[in-house]
């Protein structure tokens, strides 16, 4: 069975901080594909990246950087330098490989990124 | 251009209601989904389409129909709304491996 978990319910840190989330996933699958999305207090769902199994370079993009070690089934996602427009509800997602799977989602970290 | 766009965005209704949820896409994107969040943000999958053929259908009243006229469209029907079915309801599309997500359509029922 499929299962994604972010054990960090809730997370408060203050502007400029760097801040860590926290994602583990359990699967069968030898190919699959884990994701982070972003939920603002607006309530949109926002695709951040995706990070195929195969594929373990770590990834950066601006702030954002997501560490992804297959050896202890982590997709951490941190942010650097935090700031206020930071604080969202973060969800890691997992699928397998085939079109008919599932998207399963953790559920979720909310980040208050206080000024 | 909204690139996945859901209507309304809000509805409010009576307990024993029938009502509907629209989604459209205009990625080109042959698979969509409908997924329900609620209060504590927890997201589940309801129902995937890909190109109008029903491929996901988890455990959901039978009360909630999806029908997908075209692979652009996949609209959200429910029958005899409850209390417990208030929540966001997401519409999303997929090419690949990657969902996007429309805004959400925050139903609450009375």
């Known amino acids: 069975a499929q299962k994604v978990t972010q054990a960090q319910t809730e997370i408060s840190v203050v502007e400029k901080e760097d801040v860590t989330l926290d994602c583990v996933y359990e699967?069968?699958?030898?190919?699959?594909?884990l994701f982070w999305y972003k939920q603002p207090p607006s309530g949109e769902l926002v695709f951040l990246i995706r990070?195929?199994?195969?594929?373990?370079q770590n990834e950066i993009s601006g702030r954002y950087s997501w560490n992804f070690q297959k050896s202890t089934s982590s997709f951490n996602f941190t942010i650097t330098a935090s700031q206020v427009v930071d604080s969202a509800v973060y969800f890691c997602?997992?699928?397998?490989?085939?079109?008919?799977?599932?998207?399963?989602f953790g559920k979720g970290t909310r980040l208050h990124i206080l000024p | 251009d909204t690139a996945v766009s859901q209507t309304p965005k809000y509805l409010v209704t009576q307990m024993g209601n029938d009502k509907s949820i629209k989604c459209e896409q205009n990625?080109?994107?042959?698979?969509m989904y409908w997924y329900k969040q609620d209060s504590k943000k927890f997201l589940k999958i309801m129902f995937s389409?890909?190109?109008?053929?029903?491929?996901i259908n988890e455990t959901v009243p039978n009360r909630f129909s999806p029908k997908s006229p075209d692979k652009a469209h996949l609209n959200l029907h429910i029958n005899s709304l409850e209390l417990g079915d208030s929540a966001v309801y997401f519409c999303?599309?997929?090419?690949?491996?990657?969902?996007?997500f429309g805004p959400g359509t925050r139903l609450l029922v009375l």
């Open positions: 999303a599309s997929s090419h690949i491996e990657t969902q996007y």
């Open positions: 699967t069968r699958d030898t190919t699959y594909y």
């Open positions: 990070r195929n199994s195969f594929d373990e």
């Open positions: 997602a997992l699928s397998g490989p085939d079109r008919d799977d599932k998207i399963i």
């Open positions: 990625l080109g994107h042959d698979t």
């Open positions: 389409y890909n190109n109008k053929e029903l491929i």
